[in-house]
């Protein structure tokens, strides 16, 4: 069983950067995914890997500016987020599952998460 843990997060001015870190206890499995939740609002997934080929995948709301990646001696995925908005203010969250053959940003998709970590943009 995998575990995730996520660090990063803090407060953050608009325009500004952040890269938020996933470390997990095993190797990774074939898709590793950033998902985020604001309060009264559904998970959006927003971005994911696929790590047969490091291949990445973003929603459109947050295409542009940002940026997954991964350091395999280290276990860890990153995601890096620039040019910070009011509205990227969530907690996110990585995720991952053993059983996916294809990636896809639907939580269901997903059994493995994380604790969150909170980003929060203000000035």
Same mark, same amino acid.
């Given at each position: 069983?995998?575990?995730?843990?996520?660090?990063?997060?803090?407060?953050?001015? @608009?325009?500004?950067?952040?890269?938020?870190?996933?470390?997990?206890?095993?190797? @990774?499995?074939?898709?590793?995914?950033?998902?985020?939740?604001?309060?009264?609002?559904?998970?959006?997934?927003?971005?994911?890997?696929?790590?047969?080929?490091?291949?990445?995948?973003?929603?459109?709301?947050?295409?542009?500016?940002?940026?997954?990646?991964?350091?395999?001696?280290?276990?860890?995925?990153?995601?890096?987020?620039?040019?910070?908005? @009011?509205?990227?203010?969530?907690?996110?969250?990585?995720?991952?599952? @053993?059983?996916?053959?294809?990636?896809?940003?639907?939580?269901?998709?997903?059994?493995?998460?994380?604790?969150?970590?909170?980003?929060?943009?203000?000035?």
């Amino acid at each position: 069983q995998v575990q995730l843990v996520e660090s990063g997060g803090g407060l953050v001015q @608009p325009g500004g950067s952040v890269r938020l870190s996933c470390a997990a206890s095993t190797l @990774p499995y074939y898709c590793v995914s950033w998902f985020r939740q604001t309060p009264g609002k559904e998970r959006e997934g927003i971005a994911l890997m696929v790590t047969s080929d490091d291949s990445t995948h973003y929603a459109d709301s947050v295409k542009g500016r940002f940026t997954m990646s991964r350091d395999n001696a280290k276990n860890t995925v990153y995601l890096q987020i620039d040019s910070l908005k @009011p509205e990227d203010t969530a907690v996110y969250y990585c995720a991952t599952d @053993p059983r996916l053959r294809y990636c896809s940003l639907s939580e269901n998709d997903y059994n493995y998460w994380g604790q969150g970590t909170q980003v929060t943009v203000s000035s």
